[in-house]
């Protein structure tokens, strides 16, 4: 298997303000923290100030994790209780029963597919990202 890497395109002038990663884009077009529902993929917005418990209180048997946290072979971290959702970050809501099981990469990209589809339906447009996979040699 090849080992890929992500470099950005060189810019114009005209799209130097534009964020480089994806992540960032989804910071500055949205004021609401987004929370991917992990069974189905819903799509839940939060405005700013929102408490995590104030998510996990209406669902008692999950909890959220942060994509910024997850990673292939570990557990996903809980979102502290008292932690507010940040604007433009997106969250998973996780069954319990996930608490404990490290994730595999087909679980990392299955829920990569499912936040991907959310945000799409919900407007967010990916299609003018500056970025370009590249293989390494």
Known sequence: MGICASTPTPRSRRDEREPSSITERIRRLSNSGKVIHAV????????????AKQVTSKY??????S???????????RVP???DLQPGQIYF???????????SLPDLCSLAIKANSALAK????????????TPLR
């Open 40 to 51: 189905d993929g819903r799509l839940s917005e939060y405005k700013a100030p929102t408490k």
């Open 60 to 65: 008692p048997n999950c909890f959220l994790g």
């Open 67 to 77: 994509s910024e946290t997850m990673s292939v072979g570990t557990c996903v971290p």
């Open 81 to 83: 209780d008292e932690e």
């Open 93 to 103: 809501l996780l069954p319990e029963s996930q608490a404990q099981c490290p994730l």
């Open 122 to 133: 919900s407007g967010v447009d990916f299609s003018s990202t500056n970025l370009k996979l």
